[in-house]
């Protein structure tokens, strides 16, 4: 039976990058922070990880008012909270909506470099609700099935890859280049596409109020970033590099008229963003990879399938990576199943690899119970990568 190309292998790879602050990454950010920020009080006042799915996340973008050169919020953006979450522990009440809130306002903080103009409103939409009476709010840890046995908590196909392509890397530092810039906002998106040894980089960036007055300046410092990228890529790959940024750019007219932000991201204009629309847990979107159905960001890191079985998938390709080089790794569980108990792995690498010897390392991944310290930790947390750690990987990779 033929088996399903790896990216490197194809003639033809796209991969595209949706920033920090893309809509969709900052619904996602704040998701997987909120998650992360509730289990860690759950674990330090209950001793466990709490029910819950806080996976419906949506950003509902603001507006601004823009002069020439400026501008401020006359409707805000809008965090909803969607999901389930338990609300209580042994009768006594969580702070559920403190944490969620101080999560959101942290996130945006830390991926919105003009946060502080950004008018915001936090809104509350999660449930308890629950066909099981104590689900949602739990007598003691007995009520708590997963405590002393995870287990798949629904049927679900997860896929990790490794290592990284020279396309997923270029993606991710073309995002990291241009960010360097303190004219630069954070809702900056790349797209690659690797035809043979040719690449094309198509970025779009925005500008940060206070910083470019006109569009000429804001084209020049554009143009300016992105001849150096070139010449950094150029260095690095083999065939011709092409970047190209801001398609719809414009070096006429007042800069409120080209991709200008007060919050360095298009929430400015309305643009909504959803939990699971944009970047998978690789921060990326690589069309050249097989897709899991699972989501990650704001799913429970002690059980459920899209948060243990996507990093279970990611550490098995991580582990057959090393041994046999680009790999990819699926894996079906089936709802109830403990995770060392899959019903099926497929396991495709480059370069053939002794028979079971990468079986063994999927299955020995697949046995390990050792995830939650690395997922509340931030391990799916969006990021920028450093400049100097993505050029060093990008060198690897290319060759």
């Not at 690659?192 to 006109?214: D, K, N």
């Not at 629309?277 to 799913?299: D, M, Q, V, W």
Request: charged share 25%; glycine share 10%; aromatic share 8%.
């Amino acid at each position: 039976m033929q088996r399903t190309p790896l990216p490197h292998e194809l003639a033809v790879e796209t991969v595209e990058r949706k920033g920090v602050g893309h809509p969709d990454t900052l619904a996602d950010g704040i998701a997987e922070l909120a998650s992360i920020r509730y289990s860690q009080h759950c674990l330090d006042t209950a001793g466990a990880v709490l029910h819950h799915n806080l996976d419906k996340v949506a950003v509902l973008g603001g507006r601004a008012a823009f002069t020439d050169t400026d501008g401020a919020y006359d409707r805000p953006l809008r965090v909803v909270f969607g999901g389930r979450i338990s609300t209580s522990f042994a009768g006594r009440e969580l702070p559920v909506r403190e944490i969620l809130e101080q999560a959101a306002i942290e996130r945006l903080r830390a991926t919105l470099p003009g946060f502080d103009r950004v008018r915001l409103e936090i809104r509350h939409e999660t449930t308890d609700s629950s066909k099981f009476p104590h689900w949602f709010a739990p007598r003691s840890l007995d009520d708590l099935p997963e405590w002393t046995r995870a287990f798949s908590n629904d049927t679900a196909y997860l896929v990790g890859s490794g290592p990284r392509t020279a396309a997923e890397s270029v993606a991710l530092l073309a995002e990291a280049w241009f960010r360097r810039h303190a004219w630069a906002g954070s809702d900056i998106k790349a797209l690659v596409v690797r035809r043979g040894e040719s690449w094309t980089v198509t970025v779009c960036v925005p500008a940060l109020a206070g910083h470019l007055v006109t569009s000429a300046e804001f084209d020049d410092a554009v143009t300016a970033s992105a001849r150096e990228l070139t010449a950094e890529l150029e260095q690095r790959l083999p065939g011709r590099v092409d970047v190209v940024c801001n398609t719809r750019g414009s070096r006429t007219g007042p800069i409120s008229g080209q991709y200008f932000t007060l919050s360095g991201s298009a929430i400015d204009y309305g643009e909504d963003g959803l939990v699971g629309r944009g970047n998978a847990r690789t921060g990326l979107i690589s069309g050249a990879h097989l897709s899991g159905n699972e989501a990650t960001f704001g799913k429970n890191p002690a059980y459920h399938v899209g948060k243990v079985g996507g990093w279970l998938a990611d550490e098995a390709a991580r582990a057959v990576a090393v041994e046999f080089g680009p790999c990819r790794i699926g894996v079906l569980w089936r709802n109830g199943a403990t995770y060392d108990q899959p019903a099926s792995v497929e396991i495709t690498t480059s370069e053939p690899a002794p028979p079971g010897k990468a079986e063994e390392l999927v299955r020995a991944t697949l046995a390990r119970t050792d995830w939650m310290e690395d997922l509340l930790s931030g391990r799916y947390l969006p990021r920028i990568e450093p400049v100097e750690e993505l050029l060093a990987s990008l060198t690897q990779a290319a060759g």
